[in-house]
């Protein structure tokens, strides 16, 4: 991070800290204020500030969670928070099974995190082919090597896996795998929290309603 950066995050979590959140209107749109936020902590220059931690569960209640890289999310919250993953793996047959999850965002420079709750869909294959073509070469020959979650024996394995696909789609395109692609989560809460000083964060509550979303303060 170079030192102006620095210097702008500094001022921007200062301000957090000490303003916190104002008090929001039921009328507001998360997904904007989603945006302003998201949009601070790619500007301060932290790593992959794209990372989310993805929580889904078994349908006996047992839960798991991992980070995964958000890839795109809709304004007014049509279109949801997308990520992409092979559908061989824990996660994927876990939301196969029971399709809700949550998401969190954790930008600890800034002081912020981000919840997000709702049900999980596939997204269409032509969608995840569109987006499988912007990935790098090596990054799709990797989705199609990996038995993504199953036991490796030794990674030598996995190797001679990686020269396998080189050597089939030697001098050609990579291709969509069948077993590769894209979830979207719907909102249907997101709650913002910002650190504030003695640990008295604030947090403010958006829940969807057929009316909107419906927002609340709630205590630290």
Same mark, same amino acid.
């Given at each position: 991070?170079?030192?102006?950066?620095? $210097?702008?995050?500094?001022?921007?979590?200062?301000?957090?800290? @000490?303003? !916190?959140?104002?008090? $929001?209107?039921?009328?507001?749109?998360?997904?904007?204020?989603? /945006?302003?936020?998201?949009?601070?902590?790619?500007?301060?220059?932290?790593?992959?500030?794209?990372?989310?931690?993805?929580?889904?569960?078994?349908?006996?209640?047992?839960?798991?969670?991992?980070?995964?890289? +958000?890839?795109?999310?809709?304004?007014? !919250?049509?279109?949801?928070?997308?990520?992409?993953?092979?559908?061989?793996?824990?996660?994927?047959?876990?939301?196969?099974?029971?399709?809700?999850? @949550? +998401?969190?965002?954790?930008?600890?420079? +800034?002081?912020?995190?981000?919840?997000?709750? !709702?049900?999980?869909?596939?997204?269409?294959?032509?969608?995840?082919?569109?987006?499988?073509?912007?990935?790098?070469? /090596?990054?799709?020959?990797?989705?199609?090597?990996?038995?993504?979650?199953?036991?490796? @024996?030794?990674?030598?394995? +996995?190797?001679?896996?990686?020269?396998?696909?080189?050597?089939?789609?030697?001098?050609?395109?990579?291709?969509?795998?069948?077993?590769?692609? !894209?979830?979207?989560?719907?909102?249907?809460?997101?709650?913002?929290?910002?650190?504030?000083?003695?640990?008295?964060?604030?947090?403010?509550?958006?829940?969807?309603?057929?009316? /909107?979303?419906?927002?609340?303060?709630?205590?630290?």
């Amino acid at each position: 991070m170079s030192f102006r950066a620095k $210097l702008k995050t500094l001022f921007t979590a200062g301000k957090g800290i @000490a303003l !916190g959140l104002p008090d $929001l209107a039921a009328g507001n749109d998360p997904i904007a204020l989603f /945006g302003e936020w998201y949009r601070a902590a790619e500007e301060s220059g932290m790593l992959l500030p794209e990372t989310m931690t993805l929580a889904t569960c078994t349908p006996a209640g047992r839960p798991s969670a991992r980070a995964v890289l +958000l890839k795109r999310w809709g304004v007014g !919250g049509d279109d949801g928070f997308v990520f992409f993953t092979n559908y061989g793996s824990r996660k994927a047959k876990e939301l196969d099974e029971n399709p809700f999850a @949550a +998401l969190l965002f954790h930008w600890p420079i +800034l002081e912020r995190q981000v919840r997000v709750e !709702g049900p999980v869909e596939r997204i269409s294959e032509e969608e995840s082919a569109a987006y499988f073509q912007t990935r790098a070469r /090596g990054s799709r020959i990797g989705a199609w090597a990996s038995y993504q979650s199953e036991p490796l @024996a030794d990674r030598s394995d +996995l190797v001679r896996r990686v020269r396998e696909i080189e050597q089939r789609f030697a001098g050609q395109d990579i291709p969509l795998p069948p077993f590769w692609g !894209g979830y979207r989560l719907t909102p249907e809460l997101i709650e913002f929290w910002q650190g504030r000083l003695n640990r008295l964060h604030d947090r403010i509550s958006y829940r969807r309603t057929d009316d /909107g979303w419906h927002t609340e303060r709630l205590w630290p």
